[in-house]
């Protein structure tokens, strides 16, 4: 299915749409962030905390560049389609992959410390990526075909929006809510998440105009953090394993 190119009516409304909704959950996120009780560690872990590390692991910021690039000169009808059904996948997506992943560790007695460190070596070795990218001479995406709805799967649900250190996080996170009432916060987090990404994607092409090198700088500075948190899941991974008694003669 080939797009047209037409007049960009309502951007300006999609993007303020786009900012008061995330700017209001933020926050409140932040305002009632308070202990969780959901992770038994030295330093409490708040909700607020929670949402960040799924916002920094799910959000929109590393989705609007591939969006605008794969939506270039279509008309708005065509990319609310893409967007929707790429919504959509995401959900489905988080939710099947999260709960497959908790059925394993389930069957298989995995251990959640194992899954971490997956996790923080996926997202290390992927932010590290993005970060020396910036130092590449290679030159930007470039759509070579006319885009279609297929494009709402792959790459933008999977692996754009739902990042597989994204669903290794949700799975830990999942696993570790000894209540169903924790366990169905953490989904409306997720889910609220993946909504800032659609409105994200409606209003990807005026926020890139307007913010362009505002959102480039910020994402250096994400992928830094990404590659610092990565570096930590690891290492907190390992001193719960070494505390365990796992790399000892007389450990598991």
Same mark, same amino acid.
């Given at each position: ?36 009780? $959901?992770?038994?560690?030295?330093? &409490? =872990?708040?909700?607020?905390? #929670?949402? /960040?590390? @799924?916002? *920094?692991? +799910? ?45 394993? $560790?389930?069957?298989?007695?995995? &251990? =959640?410390?194992?899954?971490? #460190?997956? /996790?923080? @070596?996926? *997202?290390? +070795? ?127």
């Amino acid at each position: 299915m080939e797009c047209t190119n037409i007049q960009r009516r309502g951007d300006e409304f999609r993007m303020k749409r786009f900012f008061a909704i995330t700017a209001a959950f933020l926050l409140a996120s932040t305002v009632a962030a308070e202990p969780a009780g $959901l992770f038994a560690t030295k330093r &409490p =872990v708040t909700w607020g905390m #929670i949402f /960040a590390l @799924l916002f *920094l692991m +799910l959000g929109p910021i590393k989705l609007l560049g591939p969006f605008v690039a794969l939506t270039k000169d279509c008309d708005g009808a065509f990319r609310f389609r893409l967007a929707t059904r790429a919504f959509l996948f995401s959900i489905g997506a988080v939710t099947i992959a999260a709960g497959l992943g908790k059925r394993i $560790l389930d069957n298989f007695a995995t &251990p =959640v410390l194992v899954l971490q #460190i997956v /996790a923080g @070596l996926i *997202l290390f +070795l992927v932010a590290l990526q993005a970060v020396m990218q910036q130092y590449a001479t290679s030159r930007p995406f470039e759509r070579n075909e006319p885009p279609t709805l297929a494009l709402a799967f792959s790459p933008l649900a999977f692996p754009t929006i739902v990042t597989p250190y994204g669903i290794a996080a949700v799975t830990i996170l999942v696993t570790l809510a000894h209540t169903p009432e924790i366990s169905l916060i953490v989904a409306g987090a997720v889910y609220f998440i993946l909504f800032i990404d659609w409105l994200a994607m409606l209003a990807a092409h005026v926020i890139v105009r307007w913010l362009g090198p505002l959102l480039q700088l910020l994402g250096v500075v994400l992928g830094v953090i990404q590659v610092a948190l990565g570096l930590q899941l690891m290492l907190n991974a390992v001193s719960g394993l070494i505390a365990q008694g796992a790399f000892t003669a007389g450990g598991n």
